[in-house]
């Protein structure tokens, strides 16, 4: 099995910063991606950035181009979300999702078999 732990959360006023990691653990996959989401209250869940862990290709949705930078720590198997310039449209819970095997990153959620439990992250106005 695979864990996913997302973590960094938390309230934060508009314009500003907040980082998110998430620690993978357990089984192992020598080819695999990584992927953030969000859903928001009564909104489908949505891409927000990727990465495809062996060749370092990253993707990220145009609503966050420029203001967030995925970046990942090999050592530790975890993944960071570094997003800047957050506005009140950015709240959301935000979940980690892996995708097993050597097709890269994808724009859609069910190309991911592991998820986290998912971190909230509010901007307030």
């Known amino acids: 099995q695979v864990q996913l732990v997302e973590s960094g959360g938390g309230l934060v006023q508009a314009g500003g910063s907040r980082r998110l990691s998430c620690a993978a653990s357990g089984r192992t996959f020598s080819s695999y991606a990584l992927a953030w989401f969000r859903q928001a209250p009564g909104k489908e869940r949505e891409f927000v950035a990727a990465?495809?862990?062996?060749?370092?290709?990253?993707g990220y949705a145009d609503s966050v181009k420029g203001r967030f930078t995925l970046s990942r720590d090999s050592a530790k198997n975890t993944v960071y979300l570094q997003m800047n310039s957050l506005k009140p449209e950015d709240t959301a819970v935000y979940y980690c999702?892996?995708?097993?095997?050597?097709?890269?990153?994808?724009?859609?959620?069910?190309?991911?078999?592991?998820w986290g439990q998912g971190t909230q992250v509010t901007v307030s106005s």
């Open positions: 999702a892996l995708r097993p095997g050597g097709s890269g990153w994808s724009r859609g959620s069910l190309s991911y078999d592991y």
């Open positions: 990465i495809s862990w062996s060749g370092g290709s990253i």
